[in-house]
């Protein structure tokens, strides 16, 4: 079975700083998809991330940043330059070969961007 | 623009009385789901269909029932509702593999009285 643990329970960052959203993940598939998806308080999943298990260089989009320790199982999510409409739950989830191909989610971390 | 539509968006009901509430996306993907989302909980999935005709349970499918009988359409029907479902709900969909994300609709936000 797969699992993601997100264990922050809520994180606060200034304004312009950077923050790392900590996410480890457990599978005894070989070929996975690590995903990072935002939620602001309005309701909607919006992507934000990919990393394929076989990536050997790091995903980047923009200010986000995906942190993959394979040896580690670790998907750390990384925002540079914090702004305030960065304020939203995130969300790491997996999906592997079969499994209902669904994405399995961790439970979030609530970040809160200070001016 | 590509996007996954969902409705209603809000729905107050009671229990048992039937609602239907409709998906659809217009990227021509294989892959359709349902995912609920409950405080503390996460998301998880209701169920889910790999191509027309092809549906299967998730991990909490009680309760509900799904149909795919056009590749764009996923509707999320509850015969009779009950409080404990009252929840969020997102449909999702994606091409077949792993190594995309999946498009989540809006969310439908439901309460069952």
């Known amino acids: 079975a797969q699992k993601i643990t997100q264990t922050q329970p809520g994180m606060f960052v200034q304004e312009k700083e950077a923050v790392t959203l900590d996410c480890t993940y457990d599978t005894s598939d070989q070929s996975y998809g690590l995903f990072w998806y935002k939620q602001p308080s309005s309701g909607e999943m919006i992507f934000l991330i990919y990393?394929?298990?076989?990536?050997?260089q790091n995903a980047t989009e923009g200010r986000y940043s995906l942190n993959f320790q394979k040896a580690r199982k670790s998907a750390n999510l990384v925002i540079s330059a914090s702004q305030l409409g960065d304020s939203a739950m995130y969300f790491c989830a997996m999906r592997v070969t079969g499994a209902n191909s669904k994405l399995t989610f961790g439970k979030g971390i609530t970040l809160s961007v200070r001016p | 623009e590509a996007q996954v539509t969902q409705n209603p968006r809000y729905l107050i009901t009671v229990t048992g009385k039937k609602l239907t509430v409709t998906c659809s996306q217009n990227?021509?993907?294989?892959?359709m789901s349902w995912y609920r989302q409950d405080p503390g909980l996460g998301l998880r999935q209701i169920y889910y269909s790999m191509n027309v005709e092809v549906t299967d349970k998730g991990d909490v499918p009680e309760g509900y029932k799904v149909s795919r009988k056009e590749k764009r359409n996923f509707p999320l029907i509850l015969e009779s509702p009950s409080p404990n479902q009252t929840s969020l709900y997102f449909c999702?969909?994606?091409?077949?593999?792993?190594?995309?994300?999946?498009?989540f609709g809006p969310g439908t936000r439901l309460t069952v009285l």
């Open positions: 990393q394929g298990s076989y990536d050997e």
């Open positions: 999702a969909s994606s091409p077949g593999t792993i190594y995309n994300e999946q498009f």
């Open positions: 990227m021509n993907h294989e892959y």
